[in-house]
């Protein structure tokens, strides 16, 4: 950056000085409870999880028996299965749920949903279900288009010469496009416009728009502009090669239930994926009904069957699954079925509780025919060290220092109490220190704090203790 060196002329010559650029205050990050977890931590040479490893800690055997289906879902040979995540709270079955979407990367979907979600009184709860299923099946379409392609080298929109009373109005927009090999003009239509003005396109910006369609796509800027800034937020493409009118193939990821809505549209020309996919933002009008979905379904299995679409099986989490009763249960055994079904993973922490919907009580509360179709894989209590291990990574991501004292307190509490309490204890403390104007975190807020809140089994104890007292009120 050039520096104007303020001159002794007179003021009207002086330029404005320059002023010290004050840092920004440090921004607010949102810390969401497991992002301090990138992924399962996996050995690339022994396919075994290593001790640590993208913010996990231990729970080895799980994320292995985890990575293991993860490589399953990517063979595609996992579909229609399901997964069971049993074990005691706060050991990091939610995380480790997590950490396999990381893995699977961004074209298979993942759908998280807690059980208690299904139960709506205005969805039946089967319906919630088989919409989450739907969105856990991912479609790739590829597909071979002709398009105008190149870096925007003109845009100008073209009014009407006649003014119609209500203001002029654009006739076409005449747009020009360079590739590396040449460059074209092009006369558009001033409906394209509006989309061009949509996705902010500039001189600059790389950009195609399908010949049969008119449908416009940003691919980013230009990267011959890349060092215009010294900061920038935009994502920088090569000018593209060849001739601008070309042949392109275009792929685009959607779910099942990303087409159930765009068709439910009654203007949609159903069956057309390429016009279900330029609707995929248009808001709901008609309801979507099984047999719209078997529609569906039935040009989903044709464009399969012809090479242009690609069936991928997501993730489909549910937890708290003992919370699913035996209705919903019924429902998911004959969809899992289904040729087309994500794979289903579940998560539970309770033991042997009662079915929701029947009187007989199961493991997990999951009826033993569902639970016979499960893999089970069971996560393990974490021993002191790993609990110190995964305080550290938390205190980490929440950028929150403890004293030495302090953070051995804090290590005790969660070996003996519950990591839970002690993970929830961080942002107390880091308040309780700030109050008193330190920044490191001291023994006497981690005190202060355990005193304030209480755990689980000491709020338990306290609640039986006053309704052994009332008893024996009573009984006097
Ligand atoms: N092995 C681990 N490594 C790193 N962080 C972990 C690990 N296990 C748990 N955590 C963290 O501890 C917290 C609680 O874990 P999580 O919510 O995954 O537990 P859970 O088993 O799903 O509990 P619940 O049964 O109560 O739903 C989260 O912040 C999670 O990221």
């Known amino acids: 950056m050039e520096i104007d060196e303020p001159t002794n002329g007179t003021s009207s010559s002086r330029l404005a000085p320059i002023e010290e650029v004050k840092p920004t205050p440090k921004q607010i990050k949102r810390i969401a409870a497991h992002s301090h977890v990138k992924g399962l931590g996996i050995d690339p040479e022994t396919n075994e999880a290593l001790p640590e490893g993208a913010g996990f800690v231990g729970q080895i055997a799980a994320r292995t028996a985890a990575s293991i289906i993860v490589d399953m879902i990517r063979m595609k040979s996992m579909a229609g299965r399901a997964v069971l995540l049993a074990g005691p709270p706060a050991t990091g079955k939610t995380a480790i749920a997590l950490a396999m979407s990381h893995e699977l990367g961004d074209g298979v979907p993942f759908?998280?949903?807690?059980?208690?979600?299904?139960?709506?009184?205005?969805?039946?709860?089967?319906?919630?279900?088989?919409?989450?299923?739907?969105?856990?099946?991912?479609?790739?379409?590829?597909?071979?288009?002709?398009?105008y392609e190149g870096e925007v080298t003109e845009l100008t929109p073209v009014e009407t010469s006649e003014n119609s009373g209500l203001g002029k109005t654009i006739s076409h927009l005449l747009i020009g496009l360079k590739t590396a090999k040449g460059s074209k003009q092009l006369k558009l239509d001033p409906s394209i416009y509006d989309s061009i003005l949509k996705q902010?396109?500039?001189?600059?910006?790389?950009?195609?728009?399908?010949?049969?369609?008119?449908?416009?796509?940003?691919?980013?800027?230009?990267?011959?502009?890349?060092?215009?800034?010294?900061?920038?937020?935009?994502?920088?493409?090569?000018?593209?090669?060849?001739?601008?009118?070309?042949?392109?193939d275009i792929v685009q990821n959607v779910s099942l239930h990303d087409l159930d809505l765009a068709n439910s549209r009654p203007?949609?020309?159903?069956?057309?994926?390429?016009?279900?996919?330029?609707?995929?933002?248009?808001?709901?009008?008609?309801?979507?009904?099984?047999?719209?979905?078997?529609?569906?379904?039935?040009?989903?299995?044709?464009?399969?069957?012809?090479?242009?679409?690609?069936?991928?099986?997501?993730?489909?989490?549910?937890?708290?699954?003992?919370?699913?009763?035996?209705?919903?249960?019924?429902?998911?055994?004959?969809?899992?079925?289904?040729?087309?079904?994500?794979?289903?993973?579940?998560?539970?922490?309770?033991?042997?509780?009662?079915?929701?919907?029947?009187?007989?009580?199961?493991?997990?509360?999951?009826?033993?025919?569902?639970l016979d179709r499960l893999m089970i894989i069971p996560t393990m209590k974490?021993?002191?060290?790993?609990?110190?291990?995964?305080?550290?990574?938390?205190?980490?991501?929440?950028?929150?220092?403890?004293?030495?004292?302090?953070?051995?307190?804090?290590s005790r509490v969660g070996s003996e109490k519950s990591l839970r309490y002690a993970l929830q204890l961080i942002a107390p403390a880091r308040l309780c220190a700030q109050t008193c104007g330190r920044e490191i975190i001291d023994l006497v807020d981690v005190e202060r704090c355990t005193k304030l809140f209480m755990d689980r089994s000491e709020s338990l104890q306290k609640a039986e203790e006053a309704q052994k007292r009332l008893a024996e009120k009573n009984s006097k």
């Open 382 to 410: 974490y021993n002191e060290e790993d609990v110190r291990k995964i305080l550290a990574h938390r205190t980490e991501a929440e950028n929150v220092q403890f004293d030495e004292k302090a953070f051995d307190l804090l």
């Open 111 to 147: 759908v998280p949903l807690v059980a208690s979600e299904v139960f709506s009184s205005e969805v039946k709860k089967t319906e919630v279900l088989m919409r989450s299923f739907r969105r856990a099946i991912g479609l790739r379409v590829k597909e071979t288009k002709d398009v």
């Open 267 to 370: 203007q949609g020309r159903q069956g057309d994926v390429t016009n279900i996919v330029s609707q995929l933002m248009a808001p709901k009008k008609t309801e979507v009904t099984d047999r719209l979905r078997s529609e569906i379904n039935k040009v989903v299995n044709e464009y399969i069957e012809s090479g242009v679409a690609e069936l991928m099986p997501g993730v489909l989490f549910i937890d708290e699954v003992h919370m699913l009763d035996v209705e919903c249960f019924t429902y998911l055994y004959r969809a899992l079925e289904s040729p087309m079904a994500p794979v289903v993973v579940f998560a539970t922490n309770r033991g042997t509780t009662t079915v929701r919907g029947l009187d007989d009580k199961a493991p997990h509360g999951i009826p033993p025919e569902m």
């Open 200 to 248: 902010r396109v500039e001189v600059g910006d790389v950009i195609y728009i399908e010949a049969n369609s008119g449908i416009v796509k940003r691919v980013g800027r230009c990267d011959v502009y890349a060092s215009e800034f010294d900061l920038e937020a935009d994502e920088f493409v090569p000018m593209p090669k060849g001739d601008v009118r070309k042949s392109k």
